[in-house]
């Protein structure tokens, strides 16, 4: 899945490259956090002037990607996170693409009113099914949001989410020789 299909409403919306301020209201941010991003280099611009008008002109795909990881909080040095996400699709791999509040409440081990406050919150992205049937939510929007600091962040984890993160860490230390957690 690419970020133009995780975002379809913004992919639609906006053309192929946008503004500093249309960045801004992308990634629901002020001007200077765009601007300090494009200096550190996380986000790649060109510089338009047009008479004594300057613009950033900034490819579309990157402005997602900069609201993705904003949203989900990866860094680039979370070195675990290709091998807990690979972790995570072998165990799905058997569910259907797309899943029900109740399924998602039967793998992470936690009730459904907690996986409808997940999507009420924006962690985790679902369509509407149909008038009055309730939600469902990709297997691989399911997936990123397994390995979002979001989902393992939480306090009170359940206990299926702590048997599967102790599972993980065994299967990771049998791969690469160690897990810093």
């Known amino acids: 899945m690419t970020l133009l299909e995780y975002y379809p409403a913004i992919s639609n919306a906006y053309p192929e490259y946008v503004t500093q301020q249309q960045m801004c209201a992308i990634c629901g941010v002020c001007k200077s956090t765009v601007y300090q991003a494009e200096k550190r280099g996380e986000v790649l611009y ?20 900069f609201k993705y990881k904003r949203e989900y909080g990866y860094r680039d040095d979370d070195e675990y996170i290709p091998y807990l996400r690979r972790f995570y699709e072998r165990r799905l791999k058997a569910c259907p693409d797309v899943l029900s509040a109740l399924d998602v409440s039967e793998i992470t081990g936690f009730e459904a009113d907690s996986v409808q406050r ?20 990709p297997k691989e929007v399911l997936t990123e949001f397994l390995v979002s600091p979001a ?13 599967t993160l102790k599972e993980f860490a065994a299967w990771y230390a049998a791969r690469i020789g160690g897990m810093k957690l």
């Open 46 to 65: 060109e510089k338009i002037i047009v008479g004594h008008v300057h613009m950033h002109k900034i490819r579309l795909t990157d402005a997602l990607a």
């Open 118 to 137: 997940w999507v009420g919150k924006g962690y985790l992205k679902a369509f509407i099914k149909g008038r009055g049937r309730g939600f469902r939510i």
């Open 151 to 163: 989902y393992n962040s939480i306090q009170d984890k359940s206990e299926k989410q702590i048997a």
